[in-house]
Structure formats: C-alpha cells, structure tokens
C-alpha cells in the first residue's frame, strides 16, 4: 500500500513534465495553428516551413495543393495537446510566435517537410538543432516525388527525352519559393530547387504561384 503511495506522489511529480502542452484552438492553415498559450489565444507560425497558400486574402493565390496541405495539418492537430518548441527565444513576425510544434512526440515541422507539404524553408536562416533531419526530410519527400515535390507528369518524368522536351516548352516551379516561371525568366535561378511543369494548369494545381515578372 506504502509503495503504490510512493508511485502515485512520483506520478504527481512528473505531471508537470507534460502540463506545458498547449490545446489547439484552430487550425488555420498548413503551417498556421492557434493555440491556447498561458491563457489566451495565440497564432503560431511553424517555424522553417512553408506550405502553398490555402486561406489567403488574394484568392489567387490559394491552391488546390495548399488545401491538402492544411487538411493534412487539420488531421493531425485539430484539437490536439502540443508542445512547443522555440528557436533560441520565442521569435515574432507579423504578430505571430514562430516555434515547432512537438505532437506526440514528433516534431510536426519537420514532417511536413518529409511528407512535401513543404520544402525545408530557409528564407531566415537555417536551423541549428534540426538542419541535419530537415535536410534528409526534404531529400526524402524529393526522393519520392511527394506533394509539392510531385512532377506534373509522372510518365513523361521517366522518359528523359520526353523531359527535355518539356524543359524547353514547359514552366519551372522553384520549391522553395513555391513560385513558377517560363523558361528564361531571369528570376528563375535555382537549380537545385526545380519541379517541371508541363501547363501552367499543372503548377497551379501543384500549389505554386505564378511569378510576378515573367506571368507565366
Ligand atoms: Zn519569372
């Protein structure tokens, strides 16, 4: 009896190991969640992701691909407990806290990158702690054309006469920016970042945007 005491005062010890798990409120997109943080509601943006746009002010530049994205989000942590991570000191852009968000015990940042909802984003820097699991996320979502990583035409892919074809008449989609071009935009410059689309069809329905300067 003693004894089940003792494991019941060391069980309540623990307790505060997990009560830092925040309630999500709402899932808002595939890397936007609000949450209830020390009692109010707060918006928080995964940190080095970025999914294709699914809820945004302009229309335009909501996409199919950007709907599965905040779908898959939605399954996985619509009304679940979280823990949040933040990068050195908690961060803000736009009013927003930037963290990963641990969900049963994975870090769900990253595996929206190993699953291509997202590229691994460094657009503010590269992240320390991680860098080495996102870059093989990454690697692993390319490898298998997931999502965003999917090229247009699966059977043309395999065929390398046929993409070079393509190449030349088709659109390029930078992964990272999620942004698509002609062939010859001069701010298409990445060539470790590239999807080939064969129609601007394809690219919109992959989840990118249309670049401002080449209008594709
Ligand atoms: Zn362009």
């Not at 003693?2 to 005062?9: D, P, Q, R």
């Not at 595996?111 to 991680?130: A, F, Q």
Request: hydrophobic fraction near 35%; proline fraction near 3%; aromatic fraction near 10%.
């Amino acid at each position: 009896m003693k004894k089940a005491l003792i494991i019941l005062i060391i069980l309540l010890l623990a307790l505060p190991c997990f009560a830092d798990q925040y309630k999500v409120l709402k899932v808002v997109d595939g890397d936007t969640i609000d949450i209830l943080y020390m009692g109010t509601k707060e918006r928080i943006r995964l940190l080095n992701v970025n999914t294709p746009e699914s809820v945004h002010l302009d229309q335009s530049r909501n996409t199919l691909m950007g709907k599965k994205a905040s779908a898959y989000t939605k399954k996985r942590l619509d009304n679940k407990s979280v823990d949040l991570e933040f990068d050195s000191k908690p961060r803000r852009r736009y009013g927003r806290l930037l963290a990963y968000v641990i969900v049963d015990g994975v870090n769900f940042n990253i595996e929206l990158v190993r699953r291509g909802w997202s590229p691994y984003y460094t657009k503010y820097g590269i992240n320390k702690k991680y860098h080495a699991q996102f870059v093989a996320a990454e690697q692993n979502a390319k490898a298998q054309g997931l999502n965003i990583w999917a090229v247009a035409n699966s059977k043309s892919a395999n065929s390398p006469a046929i993409t070079k074809t393509i190449t030349a008449k088709g659109y390029s989609g930078n992964v990272k920016s999620l942004k698509f071009h002609r062939s010859g935009c001069k701010y298409y410059n990445c060539s470790k970042c590239t999807v080939k689309f064969e129609n601007r069809r394809a690219a919109i329905h992959a989840g990118y945007v249309p670049c401002e300067v080449c209008k594709p």
